[in-house]
C-alpha cells in the first residue's frame, strides 16, 4: 500500500548538519502525520519530529531548536534537517506515516555522530 524509502543518512562530525530525506510510494493521501523515529543503540525507538498535512510540527525536546521537519506533498516527501549535531543524537532514523489507521515504516538510515 505504502512503501517509505530513507535516505541521507551517514558520518558527520558533531557540531555538523545532515539532512535526511524519506520518499513515499504508493497509496499516498494528502490526510496524513508524517514523522521521524529513531532507535539509539540499547534504547527504545523515540518519536523525534512529526508534520502534519497542515504542516503542523512536534518535536521532542532533545531535539528542539536543532532539528526541522518539513514535507512536500507535491513530491511525496518529508525532510528532517539537523544540526548542531551530537553523538547522542546517532541512530537508526525511520520514517513513518499515519494514514487511515494504519502506520507505515521505512527500513531506516543510519546517523553516525562522531565527538
Known amino acids: 500500500q505504502v512503501q517509505l524509502v530513507e535516505s541521507g543518512g551517514g558520518l558527520v562530525q558533531a557540531g555538523g548538519s545532515l539532512s535526511l530525506f524519506c520518499a513515499a510510494s504508493g497509496s499516498i493521501f494528502s490526510n496524513n502525520v508524517m514523522g521521524w523515529y529513531r532507535q539509539a543503540p540499547g534504547k527504545q525507538r523515540e518519536l523525534v519530529a512529526t508534520?502534519?498535512?497542515?504542516?503542523?510540527?512536534k518535536y521532542v525536546d532533545s531535539v528542539k531548536g536543532r532539528f526541522t521537519i518539513s514535507r512536500d506533498n507535491a513530491r511525496r516527501t518529508v525532510s528532517l534537517r539537523m544540526s548542531s549535531l551530537k553523538p547522542e543524537d546517532t541512530a537508526v532514523y525511520y520514517c513513518?506515516?499515519?494514514?487511515?489507521?494504519?502506520?507505515?515504516w521505512g527500513t531506516g538510515t543510519l546517523v553516525t555522530v562522531s565527538s
Open positions: 513513518a506515516v499515519d494514514q487511515k489507521g494504519m502506520r507505515y
Open positions: 508534520v502534519t498535512s497542515g504542516d503542523s510540527t
